[in-house]
């Protein structure tokens, strides 16, 4: 169990200091790429990622999660894996080139049709990536792994300041995209040091596909939800409009899309081994919740209370009008972060169907809340997140609370105290920012502002919740 746990960390430690940085240099150059380009740009963008999103959950079917879980795992059993992908990749291509054209007629975006004949390229290498990645993690050998994905996000996020500086508008992140994708097959496939062929022969596979297709739905579904916004506003919204709240949901969920696979990534291979042991699970996972929570809320609200002077400074004026959609998004995301920890321990303790059942009430939630904002704007778009996101979350405490034999007692008690201080944070940072700060320039007020929150949070964690600041002072990765 101790060998487990040390594994887990030291997998963690990887993954997280080479994501740190890789992470740095892409939202620098994000950041650089954002003021190179348009809103109509980043709309076109939005659309094509949604699609490719979608079809890339088809890609792995769910199998990749099958060869860690497995117990016994031989040779022809991954070939055979292999197989499935392939087959399931080549119709993938096949549709996205057939129906590239309908797509961009039906969102009135021309160039969008060569954008997803383009992208199609990524089904030719994405079998191969998901069996070898998964290979990896099974070992939990996410040392390789982290430097491979760093490797590849460091030459994408050049490739696309390039391109952008270039003038290459939207393909700069499109190409980039693609070229990060390739730089991982290679990479992955070379530190495995084996390159499978596939055996087309499906005896015994049943269960696999059973659990995989269960979880590709969950995939497919949660992709659905999180670009339900996008799907459904671009038929209501003009594409810059879409474009300002296109960027607004990308710098409120970067953190978020950042962090949690790196999390989960790990998570997953360390619950499974674990899972047989009720008392170390549920351990683990109340100890992770109590300290991801209690940095994570903080953080979001911080950075809501500062989101239009950093949107000002770092992107400019003309972004202004993402600045209230992205603070309405971003006291959102810290509960979007707790409802997704739950995924790899329900699929570790073999029950896929949780995710399933929790993305679908999610989904159509999200689609009708977003439906019926669409027509008020971008700014009722966002503001409709406040509304369903607390019910995913407490949907999700009663399956976990079900199924995992958590209490969720246990699971509302992680998440009040830093909820509280970080409400009453905002509060004081607005306060200053209106009645105190307001004549000052802006970027000595954000300073003002970032080590006023940070300092007041931290006391009052110390004097409110002293066993919580206490453990927090302990952690250690």
């Known amino acids: 169990m101790d060998s487990i746990s040390s594994r887990a960390r030291t997998a963690f ?38 699609v490719l999103m979608l079809a890339l959950q088809f890609a792995s079917a769910g199998l990749g999660d099958v060869l860690v879980r497995q117990k016994q795992l031989d040779e022809p059993y991954i070939r055979k894996i292999l197989s499935l992908l392939m087959l399931l990749n080549g119709g993938l291509a096949i549709l996205q080139l057939s129906f590239a054209g309908a ?8 160039a969008l049709e060569y954008v997803l004949y383009v992208s199609a390229a990524v089904f030719l290498v994405m079998p191969w990536i998901t069996v070898s990645s998964n290979l990896l993690a099974r070992e939990m050998n996410f040392k390789s792994r982290s430097k491979i994905d760093f490797a590849a996000t460091l030459s994408g996020s050049a490739l696309a300041l390039l391109l952008a500086f270039y003038g290459f508008g939207f393909w700069s992140l499109i190409l980039s995209n693609i070229v990060v994708v390739f730089i991982r097959a290679i990479g992955y496939n070379l530190t495995l040091r084996r390159f499978y062929l596939p055996l087309f022969q499906f005896g015994g596979m049943l269960p696999a596909l059973k659990f995989g297709l269960t979880l590709m739905a969950t995939g497919i579904l949660f992709t659905l939800f999180m670009k339900a916004d996008i799907l459904i506003a671009a038929r209501f919204i003009e594409a810059s409009q879409l474009g300002y709240y296109a960027v607004a949901m990308h710098l409120a969920l970067m953190p978020m899309t950042k962090a949690m696979p790196l999390i989960n990534e790990v998570a997953y291979p360390m619950y499974a081994a674990i899972g047989h042991d009720k008392q170390k699970y549920q351990q683990v996972f109340c100890y992770m919740l109590r300290i991801i ?42 509960l979007r972060i707790i409802s997704n920890l739950f995924t790899p321990l329900m699929k570790a303790l073999g029950f896929p169907s949780t995710g399933l059942i929790h993305v679908s009430f999610s989904l159509l939630l999200t689609v009708i809340a977003i439906y019926f904002a669409s027509g008020y704007g971008i700014t009722a778009v966002a503001a409709s997140w ?87 002072l302990k952690f250690r990765l």
């Open 103 to 110: 797509v961009a007629a039906f969102y009135q975006q021309p």
């Open 293 to 334: 929570t209690l940095f994570c809320f903080p953080l979001f609200y911080g950075f809501a209370a500062t989101a239009d002077e950093l949107v000002q400074l770092v992107l400019g004026q003309h972004w202004s009008h993402a600045v209230l959609p992205l603070q309405l998004i971003l006291l959102t995301i810290p």
């Open 13 to 50: 430690r990887w993954t997280l200091s080479l994501r740190l940085l890789s992470q740095v240099f892409t939202w620098l150059s994000s950041l650089f790429v954002i003021r190179l380009l348009t809103p109509a740009d980043y709309g076109i963008v939005a659309i094509a990622e949604m």
């Open 386 to 472: 406040l509304i369903t996101t607390p019910l995913f979350f407490l949907f999700a405490v009663y399956l976990c609370a079900s199924r995992a034999g958590i209490s969720s007692m246990a699971i509302i008690g992680a998440v009040m105290p830093p909820l509280l201080l970080s409400c009453a944070m905002l509060g004081l940072l607005y306060g200053m920012q209106q009645l105190v700060l307001a004549d000052m320039a802006m970027l000595p007020r954000l300073m003002i502002m970032i080590v006023a929150g940070a300092v007041f949070y931290a006391l009052a964690l110390r004097l409110c919740f002293k066993e919580r600041f206490n453990e927090a």
